[in-house]
C-alpha cells in the first residue's frame, strides 16, 4: 500500500506561482495512476488533473488547462503540480491521490492553497 504527503501550499498573491509535491512511500508508487484534487471550502472535492503511470499521458480539467502542469518522478516516487498565474478561485486545500485507472483509493492529508487578490 502506497502513502502520501503532500507538500508547497501556502498563501501568495494573485498571478503567483506554486509547486505542490506529493511524496510517495512504497515500492508500487510507479504502478498508479496519480492524481491532484482540490476541496474548497463549502465544495465538494474535485478533479484538476491526472498522470499515468508512465508520465507521458495527462489530463486536466478545462478551469486549470494551460495554468497547470502535473508530472512525476517515478525515481523518486514524487509527483509535482505546478500552478501558474494563480487566482482567488484556486484557494482550496489540495490533495493527491493514488490509484488505478480512475478509481482513486489512497490520499495524502493535503495542503492548503490560499490565493489573496
Known amino acids: 500500500q502506497v502513502q502520501l504527503v503532500e507538500s508547497g501550499g501556502g498563501l501568495v498573491q494573485a498571478g503567483a506561482s506554486l509547486r505542490l509535491s506529493c511524496a510517495a512511500s512504497?515500492?508500487?508508487?510507479?504502478?498508479?495512476?496519480m492524481g491532484w484534487f482540490r476541496q474548497a471550502p463549502g465544495k465538494e472535492r474535485k478533479l484538476l488533473a491526472t498522470?499515468?503511470?508512465?508520465?507521458?499521458?495527462?489530463y486536466y480539467v478545462d478551469s486549470v488547462k494551460g495554468r497547470f502542469t502535473i508530472s512525476r518522478e517515478n525515481a523518486k516516487n514524487t509527483v509535482y503540480l505546478q500552478m501558474n498565474s494563480l487566482k482567488p478561485e484556486d484557494t482550496a486545500v489540495y490533495y493527491c491521490?493514488?490509484?488505478?485507472?480512475?478509481?482513486?483509493?489512497?490520499w495524502g492529508q493535503g495542503t492548503q492553497v490560499t490565493v489573496s487578490s
Open positions: 498522470v499515468r503511470p508512465s508520465g507521458i499521458s495527462a
Open positions: 512504497g515500492r508500487t508508487f510507479s504502478g498508479y495512476t
Open positions: 491521490a493514488a490509484g488505478v485507472g480512475d478509481a482513486y483509493d489512497v
